[in-house]
């Protein structure tokens, strides 16, 4: 397994989504942080799994969320870069 470290930049959307599910459903929030620490689970487990997009990123959806969790494979660190909405082209990232 690969450690997996959070970007500054991830850790403030995933908070911002955290408080925008919460918000429409109590427990909304907790569910959707828990998604996405099984997601970075299996991003540890499985680094390459993910689909590759440009310049080396790759991503993987949270289950139940329209979101994707942004992440490259640096050395023996795993650093997930952003958690976006489906609806963004990912594709265009790198």
């Known amino acids: 397994m690969k450690k997996v470290r959070f970007h500054p930049q991830a850790k403030a959307e995933m ?3 955290v408080r925008f599910y919460e918000a429409r459903f109590e427990g909304l929030g907790f569910r959707f942080l828990s998604a996405v620490e099984q997601t970075s689970e299996r991003i540890s487990a499985h680094p390459e799994a993910g ?3 440009k310049t080396g990123f790759r991503k993987r959806i949270v289950p139940g969320f ?3 969790v942004i992440y490259c494979v ?3 660190i795993t650093s ?4 976006l909405p489906t609806n963004i082209d990912v594709l265009a990232i790198g």
């Open 15 to 17: 908070q911002e989504s």
């Open 51 to 53: 689909t590759p997009l």
């Open 66 to 68: 329209p979101y994707n």
């Open 74 to 76: 640096c050395g023996k």
């Open 80 to 83: 997930i870069s952003s958690l």
